[in-house]
């Protein structure tokens, strides 16, 4: 059913808030402080909007207010804080500044704890400030004995590790490029991503532990070598094999480093604008895009991320569940840039139990936890109940990302994890390696949304024309402002055509970026899935996550996969689902599914066929691939399964006799 034009289920969410900060906590927070400092009082009616609508008219002041108050290190600042131009990818900000982004993450007192690191087998350890810039300040100095300077890129095929971060650090430090993946990608995985960049230096490991069970790496390594002809020097860190010598090519990582004792940083003061990351798309449709990101845009936005929308601040303990081949390995490495500390986490969420990052978040004394949308789904159907069981007391934010959280998830947040906590589903993209929509600590959390459009991005909801949508209404995410953090280009020839093309063609030379979305009633948003993945039944479109939302709530469901399937000239919807052991998908099942769809969404959400599968294929980093689900039950070639988790998953959706 539709009413008014708004779907059944927009009508039944958020009754009521799940959490209302204490208005006197919310006066003290960053986002207050810095709100009344431009003069609005953010915890009265309409702040937000008010803080929001500046930020985007007055770009020039908003950015330069980011800058003052999160205090950004810097030799020059430049003459303006945005440059306009006719075309938004061509707008620049803080043109003529001259910084080091490795500098913002290592400034401070040395003996202050800037790393929390642990892993599966019971490693447990802090490092100072102190400690990290001496690792710093000696792997820069074996890159400059190498010969790597500003511009070339560093390649760092390494677990999440307090080694990796360091890297990162030394080779901002000297200018270089960063581009780094997990080692669990295979061989073809990392070469389409590093052989596009042509590394100088690549520093991997030669092996990982996941799960309990030990990964060697040294036979894909020499693999990658081969296929990497400009790296000059392989550094290898021994996580497994340290008793035997490096692979044969290599170099020891604390053997390369030892010539070069710690000392003073040379922190190499560049252009705002000067290339820190190369990140890839999931390359799920093709060869993955690799992404130039620049160091003044990353650093500006994460700040005002972490210390305006999360409510990072100095001393604070920040978690993320990743990987070194997810941008929220970036995102929290920036960090160290508002003071605080980052928490990291090498392995399995769930091993030795589910309770293992709960039992982190206690000891090391978290204060943000984030992870992904499914994670918190499979607490849910594992009936984990961390508040029963951990004080959890330092928690203040718990951060959602990677797909929508559903409002089962943000009620499963507040009923079993922690009553008092600010949940902020944020999503963005490793597009601009930030979020266009995001938290705000002075506001309500409503069941299912994003609270806000980010600080400084004058989102918008559009049809396919490019009008601008009614509140309830579901369309394109378009972001209609320049901002710091787009990226540069894309890495390789005709790199500034082909990212002009993705990201600007679709709307005149404005940000879109393939989100479908729609307002609330409360100044939020709700993502219903990729717009490129969206249901087109009889001409109607319909978002995926309006089904997962229904059908994985179900404790039948472990979870699900819909795609709509060519048929006639029309498009019929397709459901896979994941079974609990011991259930069967009988007729009686089916029809519960169907019913529950109908009610909660629409007669046009319902699937015409619903199939059982053993698995279901996602990214990396834990995403549905609805479209690689697409392409398999059509027949079609999929381009690139080294992006996939589980690409053997892919074989369930084959030849289906069912979808004939």
């Known amino acids: 059913m539709v009413v008014a034009g708004r779907p059944q289920y927009l009508l039944t969410m958020g009754t009521r808030p799940l959490w209302t900060p204490d208005r006197d906590k919310a006066a003290h927070t960053n986002l207050a402080r810095f709100s009344a400092a431009a003069g609005i009082d953010i915890v009265a009616e309409g702040g937000y909007e008010r803080l929001h609508r500046w930020s985007v008219q007055d770009p020039g002041a908003f950015w330069a207010a980011v800058w003052d108050f999160c205090g950004v290190v810097a030799s020059e600042r430049g003459s303006a804080p945005v440059v306009e131009a006719e075309h ?3 707008v620049r900000f803080f043109d003529g500044a001259r910084l080091n982004f490795a500098e913002n993450l290592l400034h401070g007192v040395n003996d202050e704890v ?41 390649a760092c095929w390494m677990p999440n590790v307090p080694e990796a971060y360091a890297v990162m650090l030394a080779a901002a430090s ?6 780094s993946t997990s080692p669990d990608f295979g061989t073809a995985g990392v070469l389409d991503r590093f052989g596009q960049i042509e590394p100088v230096v ?9 799960g309990g069970q030990e990964f060697d790496c040294r036979e894909r390594l020499g693999e990658i070598q081969a296929g990497l002809p400009t790296v000059e020097v392989t550094v ?10 490096p692979p044969e090519g290599t170099v020891d990582f604390d053997a390369w480093i030892e010539p070069h004792p710690p000392g003073a940083i040379q922190f190499e003061q560049l252009p705002f604008d000067h290339p820190l990351y190369v990140l890839y798309s999931s390359g799920t449709t093709g060869r993955p895009k690799c992404i130039v990101h620049r160091a003044g845009g990353i650093l500006l936005k994460h700040l005002c991320e972490h210390q305006l929308h999360c409510d990072v601040r100095p001393g604070d303990r ?11 390995w970036n995102w929290l490495a920036s960090a160290l840039a508002s003071g605080a500390a980052a928490v990291v986490w090498d392995g399995n969420p769930v091993h030795p139990s589910p309770y293992t990052l709960f039992d982190l978040v206690d000891r090391a004394g978290v204060t943000l936890f984030g992870t992904s949308a499914r994670y918190i789904d499979s607490l849910r159907k594992a009936r984990v109940a961390p508040r029963r069981t951990h004080g959890l007391s330092t928690l ?10 559903s409002p089962d998830g943000f009620d499963y947040v507040y009923q079993e994890v922690k009553a008092d906590v600010h949940m902020a589903s944020i999503s963005g993209g490793t597009d601009l390696c930030g979020c266009l929509v ?20 004058d989102i918008q909801v559009l049809d396919g024309d490019g009008s601008r949508l009614e509140i309830g209404q579901f369309g394109e995410l378009v972001c209609s402002s320049p901002f710091p953090s787009q990226p540069l280009r894309f890495w390789g020839e005709g790199g500034d055509e082909r990212y002009r093309a993705a990201y600007f063609d679709r709307f005149e030379g404005r940000w879109h970026q393939g989100d479908y979305i729609c307002a609330t009633e409360h100044g939020g948003f709700v993502i219903s899935g990729r717009s490129d993945a969206t249901l087109n039944p009889g001409g109607v479109r319909i978002g995926t996550a309006e089904i997962y939302r229904l059908v994985d709530a179900m404790d039948e469901v472990v979870e699900s996969v819909v795609v709509g399937q060519p048929v006639n000239g029309d498009t019929r919807v397709v459901l896979f689902v994941k079974l609990m052991e011991g259930i069967r998908l009988d007729e009686e099942l089916q029809a519960a599914i169907r019913t529950i769809i109908r009610a909660g969404a629409s007669p046009r959400h319902v699937p015409e066929v619903i199939c059982a599968v053993d698995d279901i294929p996602r990214t990396r980093s834990g995403k549905t691939v609805e479209l690689a689900v697409r392409d398999a039950i059509c027949g079609r070639p999929i381009v690139n399964i080294e992006a996939l988790d589980n690409p053997e998953a892919l074989d369930h959706f084959r030849n289906r006799p069912e979808l004939v």
């Open 114 to 154: 800037v790393m929390v690191f642990a892993d599966e087998s019971g490693v447990y350890t802090k490092t100072s400030r102190g400690q990290l810039r001496a690792l710093v300040a000696r792997l820069a100095g074996a890159m400059r004995a190498q010969g790597v300077g500003p511009g070339d890129r560093v």
């Open 236 to 245: 290898v860190l021994s996580r497994l094999h340290s008793e035997q010598c």
């Open 396 to 405: 203040r934010t718990i951060c959602s990302t990677g797909s929508p959280l």
């Open 202 to 210: 690549l520093f991997a490991v030669d092996g990982y532990v996941y």
């Open 318 to 328: 920040v978690f993320y569940f990743t990987t070194t081949g997810w941008m929220m």
């Open 88 to 90: 938004m990818a061509d």
């Open 438 to 457: 995001a938290g705000d600590p002075t506001a309500p959390v409503w069941s299912g949304e994003i609270q806000r459009p980010a600080l400084g991005l």
């Open 174 to 179: 000297v200018g270089a490029v960063f581009s």
